[in-house]
């Protein structure tokens, strides 16, 4: 089973629509991030947070919002969903300066 | 701020050629350094990390990368390619180390028979 799990792994919704995607991990790391990926653009940090009480806005958080729910567990909204909102989404945890990353979720806004 | 420039968005080698990725970076102190690979559908792992000490570090599936402070460069090597070498391959940058990391926009490595 992957140490960091994102659901769901692909989701198409429409423009307007709330949107959550879920992170849970195993691997006991304080530290979880939301990442963007764009092609041609890399990933870019959308939240991160250090722990259950500590939670900081990334390079391109306009539009999102962040929940920790739980050491384990770290979702990401979109309270209403636009078409420029279509990406690839990773989560990570990270400890001793490395990142681990879930398979990302893929979400296409018509 | 931080930022990180990949020369190249997409690379093609032949099969047991070199592979060479380049990586240059901005930062007023030292980072800590990173390479990352993306294989299809799946998300990022580390390849390997420069910290401190050693300026060559050699990482998983027998590559590696040099730290150059005077080129402010990073570059990934390795002797021979494999076909299972094809992914995207991302450099990133830590000011703080296990804070603040900070992606270039990646490499498409491609290996052709």
């Known amino acids: 089973d992957a140490d960091v799990t994102q659901t769901p792994r692909n989701r198409i919704t429409k423009t307007g629509k709330r949107i959550m995607l879920e992170c849970s991990q195993t691997?006991?790391?304080?530290?979880m991030y939301w990442y963007r990926q764009d092609p041609g653009l890399g990933l870019r940090l959308i939240y991160y947070?250090?722990?259950?009480?500590?939670?900081n806005k990334g390079e391109i958080s306009d539009g999102y919002s962040v929940s920790r729910q739980a050491q384990a567990k770290f979702s990401l909204s979109l309270e209403s969903a636009i078409p420029n909102q279509t990406a690839l989404y990773f989560c990570a945890t990270s400890r001793d300066g490395e990142l681990f990353f879930g398979e990302g979720s893929r979400l296409t806004v018509l | 701020a931080q930022s990180v420039t990949q020369l190249g968005s997409h690379v093609s080698v032949s099969e047991g050629a070199l592979v060479l990725l380049r990586c240059n970076y901005s930062?007023?102190?030292?980072?800590?350094l990173f390479w990352y690979v993306q294989y299809p559908n799946q998300g990022l792992q580390l390849l390997l990390k420069?910290?401190?000490?050693?300026?060559l570090v050699k990482g998983i599936n027998g590559f590696e990368a040099e730290f150059k402070k005077s080129e402010t460069s990073f570059h990934l090597t390795k002797p021979s390619a494999h076909m299972s070498d094809a992914a995207e391959y991302f450099c990133?940058?830590?000011?703080?180390?296990?804070?603040?990391?900070?992606f270039g926009p990646g490499t498409r490595l491609s290996v052709l028979p």
């Open positions: 691997k006991g790391h304080d530290r």
């Open positions: 420069y910290t401190t000490g050693a300026t």
């Open positions: 947070s250090f722990d259950v009480k500590d939670i």
């Open positions: 990133a940058v830590s000011r703080n180390y296990g804070q603040n990391f900070v």
């Open positions: 930062s007023s102190v030292p980072p800590y």
